[in-house]
């Protein structure tokens, strides 16, 4: 899980979600009710959740720590194989806005000529 929230295009996209979410509580006095006894009962559930969960995860600890090996040797295969995982989500966003500019442009070439 560290790895893959250490990945720059899932990092960047968190903070874009979050400074989103932010700006919108902060603008909608409304939402930000709705949102504030959503992260109540987020913080309540998983309080409760963690001592009851806790024996289970102590006795799964091997089985976890090799799926985790796995997941993190599959992370650098897919890391070397698209690059745009260590791209931040607002370059992805303009390279993808030139392309489209550039494919655009090379339609009103081919039919205007």
Not at 32 to 45: L, N
Not at 51 to 71: F, G, I, M, R
Not at 72 to 80: A, E, H, I, P, V
Request: with cysteine; proline share 4%.
């Amino acid at each position: 899980v560290n790895q893959v929230a250490n990945l720059t295009l899932v990092s960047s996209a968190c903070d874009v979600v979050s400074t989103v979410y932010a700006s919108t509580k902060e603008s909608h006095p409304y939402i930000r009710s709705v949102c504030d006894a959503a992260e109540k009962g987020v913080r309540s559930v998983t309080e409760a959740t963690a001592s009851c969960v806790q024996p289970v995860l102590t006795s799964l600890e091997p089985h976890v720590a090799a799926a985790s090996e796995y997941a993190s040797k599959g992370l650098d295969k897919l890391g070397g194989k698209l690059p745009l995982l260590q791209k931040p989500v607002e370059q992805i966003v303009l390279d993808t806005k030139e392309l489209v500019s550039s494919r655009v442009a090379d339609a009103k070439d081919a039919v205007s000529s």
